[in-house]
């Protein structure tokens, strides 16, 4: 009888295993630049004087002079500037969302910074249609991009506008609001940072938590 012949030994597999690129989501740039946000907004709330206060009609009154007016609105800036500083913020995100088409655009701009430079790993060239672009022409090419958005479409007009509706309501409360019963904080708290939008440089602003590649 015929003896069968052994089986062929297979050889063992190796398991290889890739650690697979961090997608720009994931990366310690974002998660860095969301934290710096998430805590700007969160000095910005805790800064800002109580709307009752903000909108008391008795502290109101007529000034009697442009330079009164002036005076009151040096005074009330300080004071109230993380309260305008939301209005601000307010007027824009309520002209954006009456411009949908502008909201989109910009949304468009935003998210073309985020992923194709500021959280773009920086040993990952970028690559479109077959051609690698260095970092300084990606950076020329969005800032080219931000410009023809801005001043040829109606993004900027609608930031424009929103901003200038939240200024002129900002220098008619402060020329308006009477600051004799104003406090402002104590010298140890207000020794680093004042004037309006003072509370951003309270800390590292969140941009800066990425490092700009050129």
């Known amino acids: 009888m015929a003896s069968t012949p052994a089986p062929a ?6 398991p290889i295993t890739t650690n697979p690129s961090p997608t720009p989501a994931t990366t310690p740039a974002v998660r860095q630049f969301i934290t710096g946000v998430t805590d700007s907004v969160r000095r910005v709330l805790a800064q800002g004087r109580p709307w009752s206060e903000v909108l008391d009609r008795s502290a109101f009154s007529r000034p009697e002079s442009l330079s009164d007016a002036t ?8 004071y109230f500037r993380a309260n305008y500083s939301a209005l601000l913020a307010a007027a824009l995100g309520l002209s954006l969302l009456s411009n949908p088409g502008a909201l989109l655009v910009l949304l468009f701009l935003l998210a073309s910074w985020c992923f194709l430079y500021l959280f773009r790993p ?4 970028l690559v479109l249609l077959g051609r690698t672009f260095s970092d300084r022409e990606t950076l020329g090419g ?9 001043f040829l479409t109606s993004v900027g007009s609608t930031i424009i506008s929103a901003l200038m509706v939240g200024a002129a309501i900002i220098c008619a409360h402060g020329a308006f609001r009477m600051p004799e019963d104003l406090f402002l904080d104590d010298p140890e708290s207000g020794s680093a940072t004042t004037g309006f939008l003072s509370f951003l440089g309270g800390s590292p602003s969140p941009a800066a938590a990425v490092a700009v590649r050129v």
């Not at 009151?72 to 300080?78: A, D, W, Y």
């Not at 920086?122 to 060239?125: G, I, N």
């Not at 969005?142 to 801005?150: A, D, K």
């Open 122 to 125: 920086s040993d990952q060239p």
């Open 71 to 78: 005076s009151r609105l040096r005074k009330n800036l300080p």
């Open 9 to 14: 030994s297979v050889p063992a597999v190796i």
């Open 142 to 150: 969005l800032t080219l991009l931000t410009i023809i958005v801005v």
